[in-house]
């Protein structure tokens, strides 16, 4: 199969694929970031720069998993770089100049309006194609800097305000989860003069606690903080920032670049559906490497390709229009579940589930362990199907409420 052109215009740039390194430590030096662009990304945020230099605690990372699954969230407690603000920039200037077709996102986050104005003036000149403006870092140590600013409309309009008159890049506003409304700060970025929107960054968390110096992990010397939590488990929440900001009237044809929870070119492709034209992703390049990018590339190729779209913007947006509000949706069935007995393996997940946590409606054969749907009593939930380890239990027969449909 011949590869399909992926291309993007994302904030009037043209860029060979939708896929970028997210603001992070994937992206922090020039080797790291060469490394990257050299393998197929189409281009890289750099790791977040500013006047401020953090420095940071030793361990930094905590995962949880489910069962077999050992890494589903990671949270961690980095922020912006820790090296130098000139040998940051050198860097970026470097980049540029070694990969020129290439794009370089400059992610910045000052303290004040000056520091936001100077930052952007300082990347600008290094040859930054966009600037990403960081108002969602949740595990900052300074007040005046990261997720409580993305929660403050004034705030970020005026930051973006300070951060134009420093640069005629175009600039994204990286917008914080931590909120009910992810549209409100986003708007007040375009008011502010911002061309696009990032979404979503990091979730504030605090992932467990150690049960024996009763300090939540990762533990610094028996203590620890509420930061920021990503990988696969936050992307159902960043599909619905992205859902919102997608088909907010306001917002309207506004670039989102997305993130949260991209860790394979399925992810990838549902980020587009609901309206991001560009992707970022950290989390799985700290898994699985830089080498997902043929697997991003590969995969989105070939749903292009079996489905018959021609460019990665055919997609953008598709599935907006199946987001209805819940009243919308209709009402008038049940769809009953289908146990295939051939697949089934008589675990009994199923049973259990429906009797502690359903509606009593799976009957359980004593002697032969086949499980059997009990209809008057089913609501068509489809937790058994959702709990069964072989993939036995399908949606079976449709029945209407009103018998004379």
Known sequence: ??????????????????????????????????????????????????????????????????????????????????????????WMRRLKEKYPSKILIASIMGETEEEWTKLARLVTQVGADIIECNFSCPQMAKEEMGADVGQNPELVKSFCEA??????????????????????????????GADGIAAINTVKSITRVNLGNLAPYPSIEGKSSVSGYSGKAIKPIALRFINDLAKSDKLKNIPISGMGGIENWEDAVEFILLGASNLQ???????????????????????????????????????????VPADELPRDFI???????????????????????GHQAIEWGSDLRVPSIIKDKCVGCHLCGHVCPVGAIEQGEKKYKNKNI
């Not at 994204?172 to 009910?180: D, E, I, V, Y």
């Not at 043929?294 to 995969?299: A, E, T």
């Open 1 to 90: 199969m011949k590869g399909k052109d992926l291309s993007i215009d994302f904030c009037g740039i043209k860029c060979e694929n939708p896929f970028f390194l997210s603001s992070s430590v994937v992206g922090s030096n020039f080797e790291m970031c060469s490394k990257a662009l050299e393998m197929g990304w189409a281009g890289v945020a750099f790791k977040t720069i500013g006047f401020y230099i953090s420095e940071e605690v030793s361990p930094r990372f905590d995962v949880i998993g489910k069962e077999a699954t050992n890494f589903i969230g990671m949270k961690n407690l980095e922020q912006i770089s820790d090296h130098p603000l000139e040998q940051n920039l050198n």
């Open 335 to 357: 769809i009953y579940p289908l146990i295939d007995n051939v697949k089934c393996i008589g675990c009994g997940r199923c049973y259990i589930s429906c009797s502690d946590g």
């Open 163 to 192: 951060t134009r008159k420093g640069t005629n890049l175009p600039i994204l506003a990286k917008m914080t989860p931590n909120l009910g409304n992810i549209v409100i700060p986003a708007v007040a970025s375009i008011e502010g």
């Open 281 to 323: 992703v950290t989390t799985a390049v700290m898994q699985y490497g830089y080498r997902i990018i043929y697997d991003l590339i590969s995969g989105i190729s070939y749903y292009m390709e079996k489905r018959g779209f021609e460019t990665v913007g055919d997609i953008v947006g598709k599935a907006l229009q199946n987001v």
